[in-house]
Nanobody, 125 residues
């Protein structure tokens, strides 16, 4: 099981940008597809973006497409989420996750088997 730790969350005003990092430890990080999920207040955890083990393939939720960019650096065992043009509705706890699914860019919570502790992102209006 890979261990994941998110960082980079904080308070930002609407229209601003923020970058999150997910540091992985343990064996075979580069064999996992990776993803970002978020859980807004009073809501269920929802898919944000995913990236294949090679970093070639990516997939985004409609709500963030064009604003967020997911990337990974396997040499550094780190995944990133660059968030631009942030909106108040982006406020949530953001989680990184690792998947051993046969799909290259999984989108379901059930397809992930390792999770970070979460980092709070708050966007003020």
């Amino acid at each position: 099981q890979v261990q994941l730790v998110e960082s980079g969350g904080g308070l930002v005003q609407a229209g601003g940008s923020l970058s999150l990092s997910c540091a992985a430890s343990g064996r075979s990080f580069d064999t996992y597809a990776m993803g970002w999920f978020r859980q807004p207040p009073e809501k269920e955890r929802e898919f944000v973006a995913s990236i294949s083990w090679s970093g070639v393939n990516t997939y985004y939720a409609d709500s963030v497409k064009g604003r967020f960019t997911i990337s990974r650096d396997n040499a550094k065992n780190t995944m990133y989420l660059h968030m631009n043009t942030l909106k108040p509705e982006d406020t949530a706890v953001y989680y990184c996750a690792a998947s051993q699914s046969r799909y290259s860019t999984p989108t379901s919570v059930r397809q992930y088997n390792a999770w970070g502790q979460g980092t709070q992102v708050t966007v003020s209006s």
